[in-house]
């Protein structure tokens, strides 16, 4: 098996890039149970909907699961990274600024209950990070920004 993705933006669907057989199945298999573990997590905690779901599996296990937020102003994005930190285990914060070859984001790292790591990703629009050209913050510095920002 080479591996398989799940991408979801406004629904599920599924691409995949796999071997034929039994492998391919049970890659199948685990990313829908992925999808309804982050789609679980959602609905529990009241989260926010994402604007973008991503689940990764390598060898026919899971990677990673990828959730997309994308809301304005940025106050309501704020909010919404706050949420996710709260409800995840083991979560982190990082802001990056704008560099040469990439805008700026804002990333929230950690696991749901069952171990199964998440990453929770942001890209405020530039002008929402002057003054943070090329930075690179973690930690309790990016919780104190995204309170502030969430007002």
């Known amino acids: 098996m080479v591996g398989a993705a799940v991408w979801a933006?406004?629904?599920?669907s599924v691409m995949e890039r796999l071997e034929g057989g039994v492998g391919a199945a049970v890659a199948v298999v685990e990313l829908l149970r992925l999808a309804a573990l982050a789609g679980h997590h959602l609905a529990v905690h009241s989260l926010p909907?994402?604007?973008?779901m991503g689940v990764?599996?390598?060898g026919g296990r899971a990677d990673r699961v990828e959730i997309g937020?994308?809301?304005?102003?940025l106050s309501a994005m704020a909010a919404a990274l706050m949420a996710?930190?709260?409800?995840l285990v083991g979560a982190s914060a990082m802001l990056l600024g704008e560099t040469e070859s990439d805008g700026p984001r804002v990333e929230i790292h950690g696991e749901f209950g069952g171990g199964t790591p998440v990453r929770v990703v942001a890209y405020p629009d530039e002008g929402d990070l002057v003054g943070l050209r090329d930075v690179i913050w973690m930690g309790p510095r990016v919780?104190?920004?995204l309170r502030a920002a969430a007002g």
């Open 9 to 12: 933006c406004g629904g599920w």
């Open 49 to 52: 909907v994402p604007s973008g």
């Open 69 to 73: 937020v994308s809301v304005t102003p």
């Open 56 to 58: 990764s599996l390598i």
């Open 84 to 87: 996710w930190h709260e409800t």
């Open 143 to 145: 919780l104190a920004w």
